[in-house]
């Protein structure tokens, strides 16, 4: 490889818990093996917001997976940017899920319920 360009935001809610609540794991007391290891790449692109159904049958089995959409090909900032439906967050805290990542500023919409899902998954509600 021999550019990489990065937005300034890339990386920001690795810390999602302490990040959204007052307690909870901050990036130096998250356990890298949960981050780093083999993980699935799901194209959804075009998707606005991502529901159970994009999912099914394509998460079985994946300790992380990332998450695709179409905002990652775009040059300017989109204040409408796709995100994780509840329904879906659900779907994904199941035991063994470690990491899920998505190429968007935030994983949910405001007012939408999915971090709160995921955090409680993981013992931060």
Known sequence: MGDLHLSSHTGMHNDAPRHYRKSGDIFDTTLLSCLIGRCRVLDVTGAGTITASHLKGRVDGVSRFLIKMDFSGKDRFDEICPALG????HMIT??????????????ELDGSPARVV???KNGEG
Request: charged share 15%; with cysteine.
């Open 94 to 107: 199941g035991p063994g899920m470690n990491c899920v990542g998505i190429d968007t500023p935030s994983i």
């Open 86 to 89: 509840p329904d879906a967050a």
């Open 118 to 120: 995921l955090l409680e």
